[in-house]
């Protein structure tokens, strides 16, 4: 069935990037028509990323996405005081392990000397300190660490619900349960067909998470992106029922079997489950067509990180009860890169018509993200640098 509705901007997700993006279109742009399509049901956490809370950190270990941070802050201030909400829980971050070990979230010593350079505070800790304060143990006593004080946990839920509403208030119009099949850009527009419906809109917006990959390979764009199905598993404390513990991340050599990286989140402070969320940042086994997603955690995996919990969380109680489920994570597979968000000109007729935010451990950037994809979708030059992320 054709709408005979002309979209100004049609936006193919309801993700953090694709709500941040409505929301900020629509406020500057009250007489146009903007449209958020997503296949499921918002808040589902189906298509990325799960769980009530994410990583907030300043600290990159690329001085190109470090700056941004530092901006996406201000806009995370604004946001809170615009809703009059707490979006973020300050809590620290804190990173340990082995300081030279190369990963995709960076490394610890080039991330510190990033810091010095950028004027960021933090706290150098030994793994002794570090096992004082936070009750790990059995650790490689040559690991180190710091702690991040401007670091914590973002608040997912209140997070989207508050940029639907503020995007609601603005007039954007949502249909969920809308998977988009195919977009054809052309010199005037983009047509957007679903199973039901075919749309057509000036501008579009593609930043549906692990669907972006397969809609753009349709123009023939290909992004070095790969899917991981990550195990997380919640499990309760013993001890140490301090509620404001910081996010921690464990680098480490990667192992035969997977990458060896591990991360936190301790009670996080708005919940009262006082549950541990320890997650696998396990990139291995991408998503293929033949290996699709299963939506459990991998027991492998499970087994990785109880193990862990044993060895070095005494404060936990992993085998008294735990839970596991898995998320999605769409991440570049070359390591030196982070995110891809950029228009589609010149990569595909019709590609000044399209804009792409694809990949990454994107959600700390989801104000700054918001105004970049509405600036691109506007054909404006974004106000900050985003050279790291062009593709
Ligand atoms: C991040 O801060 O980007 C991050 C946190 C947990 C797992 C992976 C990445």
């Known amino acids: 069935m054709h709408t005979s509705v002309q979209w100004d901007v049609i936006i ?17 742009h009250r007489d146009q028509k903007v449209l958020v399509l997503d296949q499921h049901p918002l808040l589902t956490q189906l298509a990325g990323t799960s769980g009530e809370e994410r990583h907030w950190r300043l600290q990159y270990s690329e001085l190109e996405i470090f700056r941004l941070t530092l901006e996406a802050d201000k806009l995370w201030r604004q946001l809170e005081h615009q809703a009059d909400r707490k979006l973020i829980h300050r ?12 990963t995709n979230e960076g490394q610890i010593r080039q991330t510190m000397t990033s810091m010095n350079d950028m004027n960021l505070p933090y706290e150098r800790l030994t793994m002794a300190e570090i096992e004082r304060r936070y009750g790990f143990t059995g650790l490689d006593s040559n690991y180190e660490g710091f702690l991040q004080r401007d670091g914590g946990v973002i608040d997912v839920k209140s997070t989207l619900t508050t940029l639907y509403s503020l ?4 007039g954007v119009t949502f249909q ?7 977009i054809e850009p052309d010199a005037s527009g983009v047509t957007v067909l679903t199973s039901q419906q075919r749309y057509r809109a000036r501008k579009v917006l593609v930043a549906s998470g692990p669907g972006s990959k397969k809609l753009l390979q349709q123009l023939d764009i290909e992004l070095a992106l790969s899917t991981f199905e990550m195990a997380c598993i919640s499990m309760l404390r013993s001890q140490r029922l301090e509620t404001n513990d910081p996010f921690w991340f464990a680098f480490q050599a990667p192992v035969e079997s997977d990458t060896n990286l591990f991360y936190g989140f301790p009670p996080n402070p708005w919940s009262i489950n006082g549950l541990d969320r320890l997650g696998t940042d396990f990139e291995v086994d991408p998503i293929t067509e033949e290996n699709a997603p299963s939506y459990q955690a991998n027991p492998h995996h499970v087994e990785r990180a109880l193990e862990f919990a044993r060895r070095h969380m005494p404060f936990l109680e992993p085998d008294r009860q735990h839970s596991a489920s898995s998320c999605l994570a769409v991440l570049p597979s070359n390591p030196s890169r982070q995110f891809y968000l950029d228009s589609a000109r010149g990569r595909c007729h019709g590609g000044e018509n399209l804009v792409v935010s694809a990949g990454g451990w994107a959600f700390k950037f ?5 105004q970049i994809c509405a600036d691109l979708l506007d054909e404006r030059e974004p106000r900050w640098d985003i050279s790291a992320l062009r593709f």
């Open 12 to 28: 193919i997700g309801a993700g953090p990037i694709g709500l941040s993006t409505a929301w900020n279109y629509a406020r500057d």
């Open 91 to 102: 809590v620290g971050s804190l990173w340990f392990g082995d300081a030279d070990v190369w």
């Open 167 to 170: 995007a609601s208030e603005a």
């Open 176 to 182: 969920f349960q809308q998977g988009v099949n195919t």
């Open 366 to 370: 989801t104000p700054l993200m918001g």
